[in-house]
């Protein structure tokens, strides 16, 4: 079975930067898709940013200019790249990757705390 493992998640005070990294253990298995979400106490699961077919970017309004996707093809590997942090970016934040049969998987979560 796949499994998804996040990791590069901390605290950090307000206009600090964190880079989180998602690798997938188990099975090999290709990915059309892979993202992040985050998911705050008391709030909804939201998509911060995905890449699909290894061309298309998507950024959340909230996070665009400050975080960065990218992709290590070879190894099925996500990265995300935050920079000025901010409060409200405080989450734990969740590696998703869709399989080209459709099937999606998540990883366990990765806490980020931005505070002063």
């Known amino acids: 079975q796949v499994q998804l493992v996040e990791s590069g998640g901390g605290s950090v005070q307000p206009g600090g930067s964190l880079r989180l990294s998602c690798e997938p253990s188990?099975?090999?298995?290709?990915?059309?898709?892979m993202g992040w979400y985050r998911q705050a106490p008391g709030k909804q699961r939201e998509l911060v940013a995905n890449?699909?077919?290894?061309?298309?970017?998507n950024y959340a309004d909230s996070v665009r200019g400050r975080f960065t996707i990218s992709r290590d093809i070879a190894n099925n590997t996500v990265y995300l790249q935050m920079n000025s942090l901010k409060p409200e970016d405080t989450a734990v934040y969740y590696c998703?990757?869709?399989?080209?049969?459709?099937?999606?998987?998540w990883g366990q979560g990765t806490q980020v705390t931005v505070s002063s």
């Open positions: 890449q699909i077919k290894n061309r298309y970017t």
């Open positions: 188990g099975s090999s298995v290709a990915f059309i898709t």
């Open positions: 998703k990757a869709i399989d080209w049969g459709q099937t999606a998987y």
